[in-house]
């Protein structure tokens, strides 16, 4: 994973409530690996309470551990693809509806316009997906987003088989490793865990 220092990374967090807290560790171990990070936040991830996290308190620990001011608003993020600010945006974690957006191209928010303006530049992005309906409504924008380029995963499993049987997670403590890959265009593999 060295080459992830000097990396400026940008890491994207969609309203996964449940997931905030299995984020951090991956993302402090990207800071000690010397990755240049860059927080950018949906709307819901910025602005939502939950029973997880009070919204302040997750920006404040998340500029912390980067050091660097997070960019939560859609004119704040068109600037990452004409000034190539970002070598690699992960997306972590990426909701269902945020999956759907970036399999259709729609730009409404922080976090699908920063990578629509980072893919202008053919540079990757790297999705750890956090849905409940990852084997339903979703299968078909994951299994587009596997075929296109440029597109690269986290590995994920079911989240829980029989309780939530159509529902899929990342194991987010293979993000590091996982930057490491798709860093040099590569999916780290087994893809499925």
């Known amino acids: ?17 449940c997931t ?5 560790d991956p993302l402090k171990e990207l800071v000690r690996l010397g990755a240049i990070v860059t927080p950018i936040f949906s709307f819901s991830t910025a602005h939502i309470d939950s029973r997880f996290y009070k919204a302040v308190d997750f920006r404040t620990d998340v500029e912390a551990i980067t050091g660097n001011t997070i960019i939560d608003t859609i004119p704040a993020a068109e600037p990452i693809g004409p000034k190539k600010l970002l070598d690699l945006i992960i ?18 928010t922080p976090v699908t316009m920063a990578v629509k303006a980072h893919l202008r530049n053919n540079r990757p992005v790297l999705i750890a997906v956090s849905t409940n309906d990852g084997l339903t409504g979703n299968a078909s924008n994951l299994g587009k987003l596997l075929n296109t380029r440029n597109y690269y995963f986290v590995p994920f499993r079911q989240d829980d088989c029989s309780g939530k049987p159509n ?27």
């Open 1 to 17: 994973m060295d080459n992830l220092k000097g990396m400026r990374i940008g890491f994207a967090v969609t309203g996964s409530f």
């Open 20 to 24: 905030f807290s299995k984020i951090l």
């Open 91 to 108: 997306v972590a974690p990426c909701t269902g509806n945020t999956l759907a957006k970036l399999a259709y191209g729609i730009t409404d």
């Open 167 to 193: 529902s899929l997670v990342a194991d987010m403590a293979l993000i590091p490793a996982s930057a490491s890959h798709a860093a040099t265009g590569e999916q780290i593999q087994p893809l499925l865990r």
